[in-house]
């Protein structure tokens, strides 16, 4: 595939917006009659020259040159958050206000303990359900002899 | 003379963007854990139905979106059909919640309120409605779970990532997109970056073309409440968990792990071929968000024989609030159900 230069591709690509938004608009039948247009078909030549705009928008997001512009952007800008937190959390450790993941350390000791709280219940569960099922199915226990009355 | 007309107009405006409400039916928390609620629809419409619906929205934005307004609620036309129907709100993750992982959502928080669900209604399978990534989420589930599932609905949701051509999908791509470093330098996926990406997925329609809409439509009382709502849960934006955020890009988007049988959720594998249970995919033509050729492979990767596909003329939100899936989508997918559950 050809890659002008900077300043031809852009002309290019303006030239191709150009023509499919007009293409669009004019719906393939060349210029509008004399007579003023009517309110929905300056409607639709708007859309049309929207749709167009869209697509090119979405041609240029999808092209290998952005997807890189963006990657690297995207790099650059979580290099410096990195930085930030790193200085941020440098701060908090010479003051006495706990930091991010002094609260992080604690929540994972809740969320370790809450985690085994709850297995251990459902293993008692299970073995309260097995020996009820148990005792349910326990055959039933011939009546014993009768008491007698004391006199 | 029309601009000064619609400028006149401005304080109606302003009044109806203070007004705007969302949430077509009355609710009660009726489950919780952690941040997550499980709501019950209220309503006086006669129960028709034993077995309970829950619906599981995406990660992303809240769920009243499946109640967004009267007339525009996937909600109200399954308590009027009579189902006892649930909405999984998965609340607001804050830092705190960065090391949750997909297995919490999937084999924590739905397994608990599905279990709930059947302990409360005495029904030993529900069904699941699943939107967006709530849809993977709930497949991943019913794979895990057959057992505890009675019917599947997948709205627009996402299976098989194995389509490149559409922009997110170049977006998210491993060479352009390195989850590791977002995840690791944020904790959580930022809300704003991710309702930025979806806005630039149609730049101009939701830059451009959204307002001129706005300027033509702005006399019109019951387009302004419309639009307002709209704007309010496109603007309620929340960041995801970030291990959660990871775990799915990575194993679903970039690996496309789950239609091929090798997602790892909670040390399992999810098996699609493990779902049985009659299955509803319902897919969005004009979907930019997730095109049709994600959702619909679903169909052909499960066990079940009872499968159905509809593939619908609308958009990704659309196909929740536009009015064409109102009046034709839902009604038709109430009676899928209806055929399929328990009579109360």
């Known amino acids: 595939m050809n890659t002008p230069s900077g300043g031809d591709s852009t002309v290019d690509a303006f030239s191709r917006f150009w023509t499919e938004a007009m293409s669009r608009a004019m719906g393939g039948g060349g210029w509008p009659s004399q007579s003023p247009p009517r309110d929905d078909l300056m409607r639709q030549m708007r859309q049309a020259f929207l749709d167009a705009w869209e697509h090119h928008c979405i041609e240029l997001m999808s092209s290998e040159a952005f997807l890189e512009l963006m990657r690297k952007s995207m790099d650059n800008a979580l290099a410096f958050k990195g930085q930030m937190n790193q200085l941020l959390a440098k701060i908090l450790e010479d003051s006495p206000i706990p930091s991010r993941d002094d609260t992080d350390s604690i929540l994972q000791v809740l969320r370790s303990i809450e985690g085994r709280v709850l297995d251990r219940l459902d293993r008692l569960t299970e073995r309260v359900d097995e020996i009820e099922e148990r005792q349910d199915h326990a055959p039933a226990r011939p009546p014993g002899p009768a008491k007698r009355k004391s006199k | 003379m029309e601009f000064a007309e619609r400028l006149t107009n401005l304080p109606k405006v302003f009044e109806a963007a203070r007004r705007a409400r969302v949430g077509a039916t009355p609710t009660e928390v009726v489950f919780r854990h952690d941040k997550v609620r499980l709501l019950h629809y209220l309503n006086r419409a006669e129960r028709r139905f034993r077995t309970p619906l829950v619906f599981v929205f995406a990660l992303v934005n809240r769920p009243y979106i499946l109640d967004l307004r009267p007339g525009k609620s996937v909600v109200q036309h399954f308590v009027e059909a009579g189902f006892d129907t649930y909405n999984l709100d998965w609340g607001v993750p804050s830092a705190n919640d960065r090391r949750l992982r997909l297995e919490d959502y999937v084999e924590g928080y739905i397994d608990r309120a599905v279990d709930h669900l059947r302990e409360r209604t005495g029904s030993e399978r529900v069904s699941i409605l699943g939107y967006c990534m709530g849809g993977t989420m709930s497949a991943m589930y019913t794979a895990l779970h057959p057992d505890k599932v009675k019917n599947l609905i997948l709205l627009a949701a996402p299976v098989d990532w194995s389509q490149r051509d559409h922009l997110l999908a170049k977006w998210m791509d491993a060479k352009v997109f390195d989850v590791d470093k977002l995840i690791d330098v944020y904790g959580n996926a930022p809300a704003d970056l991710l309702q930025g990406s979806f806005l630039l997925l149609?730049?101009?329609?939701?830059?451009?073309?959204?307002?001129?809409n706005f300027y033509e439509n702005m006399e019109d009382e019951k387009f302004l409440e419309d639009f307002f709502a709209m704007e309010t849960w496109?603007?309620?934006?929340?960041?995801?968990?970030?291990?959660?955020?990871?775990?799915?890009?990575?194993?679903?988007?970039?690996?496309?792990?789950?239609?091929?049988?090798?997602?790892?959720?909670?040390?399992?594998?999810?098996?699609?071929?493990?779902?049985?249970?009659?299955v509803l995919n319902l897919a969005a033509e004009k979907d930019h968000l997730v095109p049709c050729g994600q959702s619909l492979p679903f169909n052909d990767a499960v066990g079940s024989t009872d499968r159905t596909a509809i593939t619908f003329p609308a958009g990704h939100i659309g196909m929740a609030v536009g009015s064409k899936a109102n009046h034709e989508l839902w009604p038709t997918a109430c009676d899928w159900l209806a055929k399929r559950s328990d009579p109360a």
């Open chain 2, 202 to 212: 149609r730049p101009v329609s939701n830059l451009v073309g959204k307002y001129i």
């Open chain 2, 234 to 278: 496109l603007n309620d934006n929340i960041p995801v968990a970030g291990e959660t955020f990871r775990d799915f890009v990575k194993q679903c988007m970039q690996q496309n792990r789950l239609i091929q049988g090798t997602c790892r959720v909670g040390g399992r594998t999810v098996d699609l071929r493990r779902i049985t249970c009659p």
